[in-house]
C-alpha cells in the first residue's frame, strides 16, 4: 500500500478488506456458504464504517447455534494494521457486567449479600445524605437505583488505593432521589461495588476480577492495562479531525483507575462472544444457573436508556420486546472507543460490535438502539412507538428549562442546561440556544428522540412526576435533569448532551 494513499481512500480499502471467521458448526469455505442473515450483518458493518467514517470493526455473534467472529478495516490510520477477532478495544462500560459477575462469584461464597447494606462492608461510607447513604444496598448499587449523582470521574491516581479514594471523595455526592426509588445511570455506584470487591477479598480490584472472572473464563484478551497484554494489536481510538475524517489519538485509550470498575476493561470480540456465551449457560459453570438468572431477573425501577428499559438485574439492563422476549444488553463508551452487546437468552442469540471511532455510536444505534440487528437476526422488535402531535396545552407541562451536572476528573463540576420549548406538536430541544433535536411523545410522559431535521436518532427519553403528579425530571441518556433548575453561577455549561448510554466522558 502507497504511503501516500489519501485517508479516505485507506479507509475505503481497509473496510472492504476485514475477514470473518467461523467458530462452530460445519466448516465454512467462503463467504457464501455463510447463513444469509450473518452476511447481511457484516454489509451492514462495512457500509456503516464507510458512511461513517470508522476506521476499524470487530464483531462477534452467536446464531442459530453457531458463532461467528469477524474484523474489518485497521487498527490505526497513521500505523494501519488489519482489525480481527483478537484485536482490542475498550468494551467501556459492559465492563459493569464484570463487576456483577465477580459480586456474584462472592456471594455464593457467602461474602456479600445483596440484599444487605453497602454500610455492612464499608462502615464510613456516606454520601452528602446520611440517611440515604446508611441504607443503600449492594443490589441497588449494581442496579443504578442508588439515587446519588452518578457521573462522578474523579481521578485519584494510579495507586492501589485508587478506589478507596474515589469512594472516600463520595462524601460530597448529592442525593438526587431516595434509594430503590428511581433508575438513573451510576457510574459511581459501580466504583463502590468495585471497592466492595477489594473489601471482601482483600485483593486490589483488578486482581480481584482477574481471579474471579478472567482467568476461570480464560479469557486471554481482556485486562484493564494493555501491560497485561504483551503482543496483542489494540485499536487506537480516533477523533474527528478538521474536516470530519477520522485522526489517531492514542492518548485517548487511557483509562484512570477509579474508573475501572465503571468502564476500564480491554477486550476482545471473540472473549467478548465467550462473555455472552457464559451468560447464555454454554460456557464454564463459573455460576450456578440461579445466579445467572439473579443477574438478569428481578430488575429495579424502568424507564429509558436510549431504549425502554424494565431497568437493571444485577448490572444487566434487562429490555422488553414486543413479542415478550427479554433483551439482555449493556454496551459502553470511552474516548474513540464505542461498543455495543446484548443477548436474547430465549432464542440462545447475541452480538457484540466494537468499533474505534467517535463516529462509532452512528453504527451502534442503527444495530443496537434500533432493532435492525434485533428483527433480522433474533426475531424481535423494539416496543412500538407511533410519534404523535400535541397541543400546545398538553406540551406545556413538559417545557422550560433542565439541569444536570458531572464531576469532571479533576474534581470541578461540569453543568448543562438544556431547555424545552413546544413546537408544531413537538418539543425542541435547545443547548445554549441552538436547536439540537426534537422530541415526540408517543405515549404519556414518553418521547422519540429526533434529529432537529425530524428524522430518528433511534433514541428515546422520559419524563418523571413528582409526588403531586408535576413533571419533576427528563431521564435522557439515562441521566436525569431537573426541571425548573438552571446552572449555578460559575459553573460553565461544558457537558455535552449524552447522545447514546455512556456517551464522552461518560464510560
Known amino acids: 500500500m502507497s504511503v501516500s494513499m489519501s485517508r479516505r481512500a485507506l479507509l475505503g480499502a481497509g473496510a472492504a478488506g476485514g475477514a470473518a471467521t467461523f467458530l462452530a458448526g460445519p466448516a465454512v469455505a467462503s463467504a457464501a456458504t455463510k447463513p444469509r442473515a450473518v452476511r447481511a450483518l457484516e454489509d451492514k458493518i462495512q457500509a456503516g464504517m464507510a458512511a461513517y467514517g470508522i476506521p476499524g470493526v470487530a464483531y462477534g455473534l452467536r446464531y442459530r447455534g453457531a458463532a461467528y467472529t469477524g474484523g474489518f478495516g485497521i487498527t490505526n490510520v497513521d500505523d494501519p494494521e488489519p482489525v480481527d477477532a483478537d484485536t482490542v478495544f475498550r468494551v467501556g462500560s459492559t465492563s459493569k457486567t464484570f463487576v456483577g459477575t465477580a459480586v456474584m462469584r462472592l456471594v455464593e461464597r457467602g461474602r456479600l449479600d445483596l440484599h444487605r447494606t453497602v454500610r455492612s462492608y464499608l462502615p464510613d461510607f456516606r454520601t452528602s445524605d446520611p440517611a440515604a447513604s446508611a441504607r443503600v444496598t449492594v443490589r441497588e448499587a449494581l442496579n443504578h437505583s442508588a439515587g446519588w449523582l452518578g457521573d462522578f470521574f474523579l481521578d485519584t491516581g494510579e495507586g492501589d488505593d485508587a478506589l478507596a479514594r474515589y469512594v472516600a471523595a463520595m462524601a460530597e455526592l448529592p442525593q438526587l432521589t431516595p434509594p430503590g426509588t428511581v433508575m438513573a445511570y451510576n457510574n459511581a455506584a459501580l466504583g463502590l461495588a468495585g471497592r466492595l470487591i477489594e473489601k471482601v477479598t482483600g485483593r486490589t480490584f483488578e486482581s480481584a476480577v482477574r481471579a474471579l472472572v478472567l482467568d476461570p473464563l480464560r479469557l486471554r484478551h481482556s485486562a484493564y492495562t494493555l501491560s497485561e497484554l504483551p503482543g496483542v494489536a489494540v485499536a487506537t481510538s480516533h477523533v474527528p479531525g478538521p474536516s470530519g475524517e477520522p485522526i489517531a489519538y492514542p492518548p485517548a485509550f487511557h483509562v484512570w483507575r477509579s474508573l475501572n470498575p465503571a468502564g476500564g476493561l480491554i477486550s476482545s470480540a471473540r472473549d467478548q462472544l465467550r462473555w455472552a456465551d457464559f451468560h447464555l449457560g454454554r460456557g464454564r459453570p463459573l455460576l450456578s444457573r440461579e445466579s445467572l438468572r439473579r443477574m438478569q431477573s428481578r430488575p429495579g425501577p424502568g424507564g429509558t436508556l436510549f431504549v425502554?428499559?424494565?431497568?437493571?438485574?444485577?448490572?444487566?439492563?434487562?429490555?422488553?420486546?414486543?413479542?415478550?422476549?427479554?433483551?439482555?444488553?449493556?454496551?459502553?463508551?470511552?474516548?474513540?472507543?464505542?461498543?455495543?452487546?446484548?443477548?436474547?437468552?430465549?432464542?440462545?442469540?447475541?452480538?457484540?460490535?466494537?468499533?474505534?471511532?467517535?463516529?462509532?455510536?452512528?453504527?451502534?444505534?442503527?444495530?443496537?438502539?434500533?432493532?435492525?440487528?434485533?428483527?433480522?437476526?433474533?426475531?424481535?422488535?423494539?416496543?412500538?412507538?407511533?410519534?404523535?402531535?400535541?397541543?400546545?396545552?398538553?406540551?406545556?407541562?413538559?417545557?422550560?428549562?433542565?439541569?444536570?451536572?458531572?464531576?469532571?476528573?479533576?474534581?470541578?463540576?461540569?453543568?448543562?442546561?438544556?431547555?424545552?420549548?413546544?413546537?408544531?406538536?413537538?418539543?425542541?430541544?435547545?443547548?445554549?440556544?441552538?436547536?439540537?433535536?426534537?422530541?415526540?411523545?408517543?405515549?404519556?410522559?414518553?418521547?422519540?428522540?429526533?434529529?432537529?431535521?425530524?428524522?430518528?436518532?433511534?433514541?428515546?427519553?422520559?419524563?418523571?412526576?413528582?409526588?403531586?403528579?408535576?413533571?419533576?425530571?427528563?431521564?435522557?441518556?439515562?441521566?436525569?435533569?431537573?426541571?425548573?433548575?438552571?446552572?449555578?453561577?460559575?459553573?460553565?455549561?461544558?457537558?455535552?448532551?449524552?447522545?447514546?448510554?455512556?456517551?464522552?466522558?461518560?464510560?
Open 308 to 507: 425502554e428499559t424494565d431497568g437493571f438485574g444485577v448490572t444487566w439492563m434487562l429490555r422488553p420486546t414486543a413479542e415478550g422476549l427479554k433483551v439482555v444488553q449493556h454496551g459502553g463508551d470511552w474516548a474513540g472507543q464505542h461498543s455495543g452487546f446484548l443477548m436474547v437468552p430465549a432464542r440462545d442469540f447475541a452480538l457484540t460490535v466494537l468499533t474505534n471511532s467517535e463516529s462509532g455510536p452512528a453504527l451502534l444505534a442503527e444495530l443496537f438502539t434500533d432493532d435492525w440487528a434485533l428483527s433480522r437476526l433474533a426475531g424481535v422488535h423494539n416496543l412500538p412507538a407511533r410519534p404523535r402531535s400535541l397541543s400546545d396545552a398538553e406540551l406545556a407541562p413538559y417545557t422550560g428549562t433542565y439541569h444536570s451536572e458531572q464531576i469532571s476528573p479533576d474534581g470541578s463540576t461540569a453543568a448543562l442546561d438544556v431547555e424545552l420549548v413546544a413546537d408544531a406538536g413537538q418539543l425542541i430541544l435547545r443547548v445554549q440556544g441552538v436547536d439540537a433535536g426534537r422530541f415526540a411523545f408517543y405515549r404519556r410522559d414518553y418521547v422519540l428522540a429526533l434529529n432537529p431535521d425530524g428524522t430518528s436518532a433511534y433514541l428515546r427519553a422520559n419524563f418523571l412526576r413528582g409526588a403531586g403528579g408535576a413533571v419533576d425530571w427528563l431521564r435522557y441518556g439515562g441521566r436525569l435533569f431537573r426541571h425548573g433548575a438552571t446552572t449555578r453561577a460559575g459553573r460553565g455549561t461544558s457537558m455535552r448532551v449524552p447522545l447514546r448510554p455512556n456517551t464522552l466522558p461518560m464510560p
